[in-house]
């Protein structure tokens, strides 16, 4: 058993900073939503032109931002696990977000 998760992280290696960023996106869109309801009653009193300004530049460079500066916190956390579990934890850490977008109705 131990030599299947080792070759299972072997393979998942090299690719982890695309399963970090891949873990931000995905929960940026599980929970994207949040967010906006939030940006929006916030934005809510101001002129429709500001609240559109400010909507744009939030989703162009906050989401892409976020995505950017949380992203190397997520791989180093992804390195820091043991490596007989970290491609088991990459797998279910997927698979959770899977569970999570289905009980939020996305899937």
Known sequence: MQDI????????SPYM????MTLV????VVYGDVAN???????????FVLRTLVF????????????LFVTPFIKDLLV??????????IVLSFLLL??????????
């Open 37 to 47: 309801k939030q940006i929006k009653s916030f934005l809510s009193p101001y002129h």
């Open 5 to 12: 998760l080792l070759q299972l992280t072997r393979w998942l």
């Open 98 to 107: 899977g569970y999570l977008a289905e009980q939020r109705r996305y899937i």
């Open 80 to 89: 820091m696990i043991p490596g007989l579990y970290r491609g088991l934890t």
């Open 56 to 67: 744009v530049l939030i989703c162009a460079f906050g989401y892409g931002a976020f995505i």
């Open 25 to 28: 996106a995905t929960i940026l």
């Open 17 to 20: 900073a695309e399963i970090a």
